[in-house]
Structure formats: C-alpha cells, structure tokens
C-alpha cells in the first residue's frame, strides 16, 4: 500500500463509513485471499494435472497462530497532490518505493520479484468525473520486476472480511457520485467486482497474461460469479445463475493457467523444476474463434538464458489450421470513438500502394492510397508524416507499442527490412499496459488490413488526438 508523504491515511467512502487505514488493509487482505481461492479454483478446472494451486502470498502472523497475507504500508516522497495530479507516474512510484525498501521486497535469485501496489490516496473529483490518483495497469512478465497497481477510490465497496462478502457481493445500493467513483458500474455489487476483478486482471499481466478472455477481458464484472451460484438483481430478485458455463464470465483461461502455472509462485516443493520461462507469450484469435499461441521462449540453465527462438501453435492441436487470425487488441476503445477497418489486399479492386503515418509522441492518424489513386484516411494530420510504398513489397509483420494509446508503429517486409518507428520512442513501460508487441514473422502469413479507433472529432482543448487501439488481420499466404 502506498501512501503519500501527507497522506490522511483514509479512502473515499460515503459520510458515516469507515475509512481508516486499519480497514483498508483487511480490505487488502481479503482482497488478496479472494484472488488465491478463485485462482486455485480455476487452475484445477483448467489443468487437470496440477490440482489445486495458486500463487503464493508473503504472509505474517497478525493473530496468535492466524496468518495473513502481509501488507506493507509505504510512505513514498510525494505528497497527496503529487500523487492525485494528472500526469502521475503512478506505475514507476510502486516500483520506485519497493526498491527504496530492500530490507522489506528481498528479490529472490535469478527469479522475478512479485508484487502490487495499492494507492490509498486515491480520490474521485465529481466535478471533474475523474479519479485522481489512480491508473489500472501491471507490468507484463519481465525476469527482474513484476508487479500491478490500482487506486482506493473502489474499496468502499469491499468486504472487510468472508463473512461480509453475501452482503458486499449483492449490495443493489446505487452509487452515490457525490462522494464515491461508480468505475465499472452504477450500484456497488457491481464496483466491488470491479475493484477486485480488475485489480486481478492487472495481477494477471504482471504474471504475463495478455487480454484474451475472461478475467483478462471484461469478466471481472462478473467476478461475484466465480463463488455463488446466486445473485441479487437490481430489482432486488435473487437470480440463479449457471457459472462459468463458457470463459465469458470470471475465469481464467486454459492459455492464462499454462503461462501461470510454470511461475516460481505457483510451485509446490516436489514439483520438478521447470526452467523453462515464456516471456512474449501473446495470444491470437482465429477466424474459426480458437487461439494461436506465440512465445519466444528462453531456457534457464544455471542461471544462463538459453533462446530457443519462436513457437507458434495454435492451442488446441499445435497446428495453425486458420487461413485468417486476427491479433489482440492493442490498445482500448474509448466511448467517443469511431472505429475504422481497411483490408489492404482490394478496395474496389485495387491494390494498396502506399501507407502514410502522421505521428510525434503518438499515432495520429494512417492514410492509404490505392493504385487507382483512391485515397483512404483515419484520423487526423497532426506532426510528421511519414510514408512508404508496397510496390513489389509484402507487409509481412506490423509492430504495436500501446498503452492508453498507440504510441508507436512499424512495418516490416521480412525480419529485417523494417519502415522507422512510426511515433514515440521510449522503451520504458511505465506508460504501457501492453509491452512493445512483436507480432510473429511466420513466413506464412502476411498482414491483410487493420482494425482501429480515432476520436470522433478533433478536439483542440484536448491535445491527444491519438489512435487508441488497433487490431492487425493477418492471412494465409
Ligand atoms: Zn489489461
């Protein structure tokens, strides 16, 4: 838990509810016990072969013989309004502060350090309908550090502890926006889905799952699924429920189960030591609607890493039997969006000559031109543009770097015949739920249109007219 320098060491609740810090870290704690009992659930369901696992928690004795998952609470150097400002590196912060405290976070040998940050000094501003001091996001698997992060401005809506969990779960009250933030739903059932739910999913990315279903779509809403059969409705009818009949609701999915199970958090004692380590592990959905996994996959051996190079497999049967998959997508939809869709092998039978960018730190806006001089453009001209042609060229892999929005873009040809990076520059991931996406090479495949979202109008009060998200549609060559 982090806490600013002047923190008043209490989270946004309605007048009259408790707010203290005390109550915030049983919040935590059964927080973080909810995470492990859905995780163990699921794994069993989606590998038969491990039993029941989860990622374990560094736990302390808080009762005579009772432990607990632990929860340090962190002071960091910012003060509240540093932390609640707009352009807060609230992502770099809770690495930052683990860092600071070695004698606390001891990282284990040649393994990853685990962990997440919850900022208590969170608030909604109803003026404004915004959070202030909040970001939803978590590392992806990386060998040194991984971890996720999310605000307090959900955890009025939390339990306290198991038994409050009926209540909290099935609590029909609306939410009261003149004191409290309604993220992800309008009664608070539904928040304190989300406020667990959600946080998980960034958990999940810090362990290196990608977007693809489930809890690492939007299944979190529905997180209350994954424990009662039952829910109130908010016609204040109890409703049954089938659960988890398909992976829409709650879940985490076969493909998170097998990234997560090789984890050093998940291993039993006499489990054999596997040292194999994905990393860029990345799903991809098919036109058929089943995945294709890719993963650059890296050995451990005493301690040297070992490349393998790349696998690709579709998840069911190891063979890639779609003729067209498309890729995750980079980068989210906002409300006030229009999404745009170009198929670069026809438009009215003619072929794509060339593609333009208009970008700086971001992507603002692509242009294609077509051999009959036809000319299609989303978007908007904003910095420099930049462009290429496709005579006698097949774009064979379209590189993504995203978070909030696409930062950068690259085409390539072949492995190494590659346009500039199209946008910003900056490796870090400090501002990317997603890392720099390298989409496979396969000779196979070549790129066959994309799937975007721009604003629906320019907004000169608002600087970032910026592509958001982007899905890249790849076929059989
Ligand atoms: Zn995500």
Redesign the pocket.
Known sequence: MVVAKDSQLVYDTEPGEVNNLESAKWKSRTMAWLWQAFTDDQIYKRNSNSGHRCFRLDETELINGEYYPKIHVLQTDMTTAQIQAEKSDLFGMCKNVVLNNPTKFIKPQNLPLQFTCLFLDSHYIPNEDRVAGHAAL?SGWNSDYNWGIFGSHLLYSHPQNLTEMKNKFNDIRPVNKKYTSNDGGDYRARVCNVGIGAFL??LG?SFGLY?NYGV?HRGFDNFNRAFYSVELSTNNVWTSLRTNVDDQYASWSKVDAEIMLPHHLFRLKNDPIIDMVDKNIQLFTTSSNSFILYANVVILKNGRMVELGKIFSEVNNGLITADVFKTQRFGPVYENQVEFNVDFTVNNNARLLTIGVYYDNYVHGLEFTYTDNTVRFFGYKIGNKGSFSLVNKELRVLRVQSGAWIDALQFCFSATDCTQQFGGTISGQWSA?FNLDIIGSSQFYKVSGLNGAFIEKYNPDWTVNTMSSITVLYKKV
């Open positions: 978590g999913h960034e990315h977007h690492m739920e």
